[in-house]
């Protein structure tokens, strides 16, 4: 979450939290501001397709400003983000009452108008484009993890990402699934509601096509979307992921009341507005350590689960761990909803029936062939 969707003290109360409590920020795509310094969190910078901070006057990539900020000390990984749950096929908005001077710097655009980040990216517009760009971002940061944020929409899509991976011998260190019922604080409501596919069956099919590609040995999956609780966290490492993000529950932590004001510029509690008085009334001190609280407790939880389920470490957790309810008088494991991939079975043909017709339809030097008529 941005400086700029969030307020300053919102910022530092998150970077605060995640000193304290051992883990990692991620700054959202309105690049990195001192409030993200402050206190020496660890940071995950996401970059957009606005490429806010390290930005050319004319909207495109800058290797010098992003090599600048890459060797910051705080900045331990680096991620591209193509896609969002709460918004797939659309880009961030900065209303224009949020942009101010302050924020117009740290993105170098002009204060007070409305920003419209594109859909899609300059710098790469292929999946084999994409993966040199991965490259390039890890030779110009000294060799930091460089992974890429999506939320799943045409499953030949991310096969061909595969492809492209296999091709080009270039990995990600990590992807980010986002599910398609992510929020955000400004996005339209069929797109939040509707759009994109939901995190657990995204979670699911990612993880099995690394294995069934045999990529996974060399990717960690993060998964992120409505990530509140210990039992939240075991679901989704059960099914493949190897570790989770939070946005909305680190805002509730900080105190959101959830009254929807966010996109208004006049959150109630300070966190998601840029005015003054009411940023004012955020305490950081108070809620970097509410913030770290709630991860420690989160994190104890999980602790608690996997002892309970007689395991001693995530790791152990596999699809078999976790029922679902599928009728009113039946359970299934999450094995038999999500049957697991052989490794190393999407190498060659027969493909397994559920991935065939995408896997032809994938091309790694093409993103969304399945629209057109060259596959
Ligand atoms: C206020 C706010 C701002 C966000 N800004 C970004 C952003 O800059 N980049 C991004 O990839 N996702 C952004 N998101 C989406 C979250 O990162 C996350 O993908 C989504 O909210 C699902 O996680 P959650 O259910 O834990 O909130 C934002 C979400 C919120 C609530
Ligand atoms: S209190 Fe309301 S406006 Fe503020 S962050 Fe929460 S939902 Fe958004």
New binding site residues.
């Given amino acids: ?2 400086f700029g ?2 307020s300053s003290h919102a910022v530092m109360a998150l970077n605060g939290g995640a000193k304290l409590g051992n883990f990692a920020h ?1 700054t ?3 690049g990195i501001s001192s409030y993200h310094l402050k206190f020496a969190g660890d940071l995950t910078w ?1 970059i ?1 397709t606005g490429y806010f901070g390290c930005r050319t006057v004319n909207g495109g990539f800058s290797e010098k400003l992003f090599a600048e900020k890459a060797m910051l000390p705080s900045v331990k990984m680096i991620e591209i ?1 193509l896609s ?3 918004k797939p096929g659309h880009a ?1 908005v900065l209303p224009a009452c949020k942009n101010t001077p302050e924020i117009a710097k740290i993105r170098g655009v002009e204060a007070y108008t409305q920003i419209n980040s594109p859909a899609t990216h300059s710098a790469f517009s292929t999946p084999i484009e994409l993966l040199e760009f991965i490259q390039q971002l890890r030779d110009l940061s000294g060799g930091k993890p460089i992974g890429f ?1 999506l939320c799943i929409g045409q499953r030949s899509d991310f096969l061909a990402l595969c492809k492209a991976m296999l091709k080009t011998g270039i990995n990600p260190d990590f992807i980010t699934v ?2 398609g019922e ?4 400004a996005a339209p409501l069929e797109y939040s509601n509707s759009i994109g596919m939901p995190l657990l069956d995204a979670l699911a099919f990612v993880s099995d096509c690394l294995i069934g590609f045999d990529l996974k040995k060399d990717i960690k999956i993060i998964a ?4 509140f609780t210990g039992f939240h966290i075991i679901k989704r490492l059960s099914i493949g992921a190897d570790l989770c ?5 680190m ?1 509730l932590s900080m105190g959101c009341i959830q009254s929807l004001q ?1 996109n208004t510029g006049h959150c109630p509690t300070g966190i ?1 507005t840029q005015r003054p008085a009411l940023v004012k009334g955020l305490n950081v001190s108070d809620k970097r350590q509410r913030v770290a609280n709630f991860h420690e407790e989160t994190v104890k939880s999980v602790a608690e689960i996997l002892a309970a389920a007689g395991l001693s470490r995530t790791e152990e957790l596999n699809r078999k761990h976790i029922f679902r309810r599928t009728s009113q008088t039946q359970i299934s494991h999450y094995q038999d909803i999500y049957p697991p991939m052989v490794a190393g079975n999407l190498l060659s043909e027969p493909f397994p029936s559920a991935f065939d017709e995408d896997i032809k339809q994938a091309n790694a030097e093409m993103f969304n062939c399945a629209a057109c008529e060259i596959n």
Avoid: I
């Fill in positions: 979450m941005s969707a969030l991620n959202g795509e309105g996401q957009g983000k969002q749950g709460a961030g944020k986002d599910g992510g929020g955000t604080g992120s979307g409505k990530v993000n939070s946005a909305r529950g805002m966010c998601s």
